[in-house]
């Protein structure tokens, strides 16, 4: 069974550029979460999808944005990228609710 | 929101010695993880552990959800033990985790 799929896996863009990150869960997965980890605030909760609803946000401005399509699939966007956006972006994948989540290799955005 | 601590932030072993890696939450959880974060970032699954003991051949977990805290066993550690061990918590319907700051193991051969 094919695990949790990021992509691009690096990236490199200017401020003020938008960016679009792409996570594919693992097959039968509905709930797909994506999370920001930086060396100065830790693992922070972005949003959550399930069944192309988000059903849950995290505290960030609305420059952050997501949806998921029909498969699943998940694609997050940041706007107007300010150079505090670089970071590990990383998506986790599970059945539904609060059961195990796993984790794909993350997408690192370095803005110039 | 549920507040997660981890501790020791950092410990230091020599190959061959055990640890005890703490996270302590702040409210009842539903969903516990342990994840070891490799050196290319990406987070693996350890332990999924909201309550009781598990082991996985020299790791093994312990949560006890009443008194809000899991601990995780490393036992005849490895140079290849060496990075961060993070516990994330999950108290709401959905799949928000809660992060601790992890710890950060190094294993001195």
């Known amino acids: 069974k094919a695990g949790v799929t990021q992509t691009p896996r690096y990236l490199i863009k200017t401020r003020g550029q938008q960016v679009t990150l792409s996570c594919s869960p693992i097959?039968?997965?509905?709930?797909v979460s994506w999370y920001q980890q930086t060396p100065g605030q830790g693992l922070q909760f972005l949003f959550e999808?399930?069944?192309?609803?988000?059903?849950n946000k995290g505290n960030f401005p609305g420059r952050f944005s997501g949806r998921q399509f029909s498969n699943s699939r998940s694609e997050m966007n940041v706007s107007t990228l300010e150079l505090g956006d670089s970071a590990l972006y990383l998506c986790?994948?599970?059945?539904?609710?609060?059961?195990?989540?796993?984790f794909g290799q993350g997408t690192r955005l370095t803005v110039v | 929101g549920i507040q997660v601590e981890q501790s020791p932030p950092d410990l230091i072993l020599q190959e061959g010695a055990n640890s005890t890696l703490r996270c302590n939450f702040s409210d009842s959880v539903n969903n516990l993880q342990w994840f070891h974060q490799n050196p290319w970032g990406q987070l693996i699954n350890l332990f999924y552990?909201?309550?009781g003991t598990k082991q996985n051949g020299r790791l093994s977990a312990t949560t006890v959800a009443t008194e809000r805290y899991s601990l995780l066993y490393i036992s005849s550690s490895q140079t290849t033990d060496s990075g961060v061990y993070f516990c994330a918590c999950g108290v709401t319907s959905g799949s928000r985790l809660t992060f601790g700051e992890g710890t950060q193991l190094t294993v001195n051969p």
């Open positions: 999808y399930f069944s192309e609803t988000q059903r």
């Open positions: 986790a994948s599970s059945t539904e609710g609060l059961t195990e989540a796993f």
């Open positions: 097959s039968g997965h509905r709930s």
């Open positions: 552990i909201p309550s």
